[in-house]
Structures are given as C-alpha cells and as structure tokens.
C-alpha cells in the first residue's frame, strides 16, 4: 500500500527552504482542488491524502478516464489512524519532496522513518536546483552539436550580470529554484526593464546566484518523463507534449507513444530523439547517484523540459523564416512529478482516440478539463 500526497507548492517551498511553510493561497487552493489527482497513477487499494473527502470522491467519481483505481480518500488529520490500522508497511509518495511537506507529515504522526531525512531533503534540493540542469545539458550536447543547442550560465555577481545584460542580446534570467513561469524574466534586446532587473538583484541576495540563457526562438514546447528505481537506475515512461503561456503550463496533449512520436519527426530525427533519451537515462542515474539510499525516497518520479527551436538565431523573432529545426534537450530538469506524468496516467491506449488535458480556474475552483475525441 502506498499513501500518496499532491503537494504543486512544491517548487515554491523549495525555494524557502523552510518547514514552517505556507504556500500562497493560488498553491494551497491547486492542492485542494485537485488533491485527488494522484489517484490516477495509484494501485487499487492506495490511499490519497485530501482535504474534504467528500469533494475528492465527487471530484474523482466524474471524471471519465480508462483506468480508475479504487482507492480510500482521507485527511491529513487520519493519517496517523490510517496507519495504526493496518499490518502493511506503506510507503509515502509526495508529487515532490521538500522540508514543508515532510514537517507536514511528520506532524501529523507519520514516524520519521517512513520519510527522507533532512540529509535527503537537502540533497534533493541541491539536485533540483538549475545548476544541476546546466551540468546535464552540457553533457547531453557532447558529440550532438550540430543538431541541438542550448546554453546556461550561473551567475553569483550582480556586477557580473549588469556586465552580461550591455554585451549581450536578449536572454532569460531564472532563479535557481522557482515555481513554472514565476521565477522567469526575459530582458529583449535594446530594453531596460527596471523591474526586472530589481528582482535578479534581489534573487541573487536571497538565492545566491541567477541562470542566464539565451532567448531562442521556440516552436514547441514537450518533455520527457522519467522513474528512478531504487537499485538507481533510470527509465524513461513517455513523452509529454505540453502548452505553456509565457512559461506557465496551460495543458497537455493526451495520446499514445506513436502517434507523439509521430508528431516530434516533423521538427527533428527520431534517431536523435532516441539517442537523447538514453543519454539522459545515463546521465541522470550518475547524477542522482548521490541521493542517500533511504526506502523513502527509492523510487522518484520526474521530467526534463525540452524544446524545439528554429535555426534562425537565437534570439526572438517571429516573423523570420525557419531554416530547420534544432533540439533542446534539457531546458530544465524537475525533480518532482509532473502534469506530463498526469498526461501518461490519462493518456489512451488506443491510436484512435485523442484528448487535451487542461487546468482551467473558474474564479472559484481549479478544475482538471479533459476532451477525448475519435480519429
């Protein structure tokens, strides 16, 4: 049995760092309105951690999907009776680990045991951090210039980025550890936005240091997912091709492997999408090779962002003619679950049938949007 927990504050505690956390209130209603979520990928007879079971089962009962696990909804204040009352050892399974949500759980009477330890959580942490991505990409790339591009500078100096930003066209500035399109700025070539630059002075006081990364000129935007096993090794589960709006994820595509596949070798070979997929299996396991080896955090789930790009610069321009297409393959590494894990668990088994998946806010309540049509 595995108790599972949606915690999408998750990047945003990350970068506190703290365990007396509290999330904004758009990422404590995220986790509310759809804390029922990771009953899609359980096994029958899981238990998901929800705020109002009642709203959970309704939530979970309309939605029409091919596989629905039966599994028991309770509250974070049950959890301690959940666990006294059965012979199983379970496992705890969070959409992301970080200290708030371990100190919630600890609180609320899971032993210490069955959680990552601070040494782990920390580890986790340095590993999530977009550092780690510019390492990743720079191996990745080796031998396989000439069909991808990518480049990513950590900057610790604020005078060394103001240096940066009058020698070079425009860029993207990110911070260390961010949740998706908010801890993004762009800065165009030939502006200057005070705002902007105001707050890498400031991420760089409170992170110590920025990413910066030129602006390409994105065509598409996919990811692939990944599980982590617990003797370490990585496997690849699928591609998630996915929406964003100015770097916040909006929704994904809901379709089989082949039919994805088909739809990335209209940018790029599908022989470089393969090669880049065992490189990153390898690279990955090297990488997380220093995770401590704790039953609690054995088996990881997560994504790498990539993205399509056309070869004519790198900086933005819409109007210019594409010459061809280049692969970027590791524009960030999330070491969490991922909507495009979402996208796998509800994705058809049949090429015939597609769908969207979409998060949609009523000005209420988040609610999880699928559209499945026939080919």
Not at 3 to 32: K, M, V, Y
Not at 76 to 82: D, L
Not at 274 to 285: P, Q, S, W
Request: aromatic residues 8%; hydrophobic residues 40%.
């Amino acid at each position: 049995m595995t108790i599972r927990i949606f915690n999408p504050e998750h990047d945003i505690a990350l970068a506190s760092n703290i365990e007396r956390f509290t999330a904004p209130h758009a990422g404590r209603q995220l986790r509310s309105d759809l804390c029922y979520l990771p009953a899609l990928w359980a096994d029958e007879g899981d238990v998901v951690i929800v705020d109002d079971i009642d709203f959970a089962e309704s939530a979970y009962r309309r939605l029409k999907v091919e596989r629905k696990p039966s599994v028991e909804f309770c509250t974070m204040e049950q959890i301690a009776h959940v666990l006294s009352s059965t012979n199983i050892a379970p496992v705890i399974d969070a959409w992301g680990w970080d200290l708030a949500i371990r100190f919630q759980l600890l609180s609320s009477g899971v032993p210490g045991k069955k959680l990552p330890s601070k040494d782990a959580m920390q580890e986790l942490r340095r590993l999530s951090g977009r550092q780690c991505t510019t390492i990743v990409l720079e191996n990745i790339r080796r031998g396989i210039e000439s069909e991808t591009c990518g480049k990513s500078t950590y900057l610790v100096d604020y005078d060394g980025f103001c240096d940066l930003l009058q020698n070079d066209k425009s860029i993207v500035v990110k911070a260390p550890w961010s949740s998706s399109g908010r801890g993004v700025r762009y800065f165009l070539e030939g502006e200057r936005n005070e705002n902007a630059i105001n707050w890498v002075r400031n991420t760089i006081r409170l992170q110590g240091g920025v990413m910066v990364e030129p602006l390409y000129n994105k065509v598409k935007d996919f990811g692939m997912e990944f599980r982590r096993d617990a003797e370490g090794r990585v496997h690849y589960l699928g591609l998630s091709l996915f929406n964003t709006i100015n770097g916040a994820y909006t929704g994904n595509l809901l379709t089989t492997e082949a039919v994805k596949r088909d739809m990335m070798s209209r940018y790029i070979d599908l022989a470089l999408l393969d090669n880049v997929t065992a490189r990153l299996e390898t690279e990955l396991a090297s990488l997380f090779s220093t995770l401590p080896s704790e039953p609690a955090i054995s088996d990881l789930h997560f994504g790498v962002d990539m993205m399509i790009v056309a070869k004519n610069g790198t900086s933005y321009m819409e109007n210019d003619k594409c010459d061809g297409f280049l692969l970027h393959p590791c524009v960030e590494i999330n070491l969490r679950r991922t909507m495009g894990h979402v996208a796998l668990a509800l994705s058809p088994i049949d090429d015939i049938k597609q769908g969207t998946m979409a998060i949609n806010y009523d000005s209420k309540r988040y609610h999880l949007k699928l559209k499945y049509n026939y080919m």
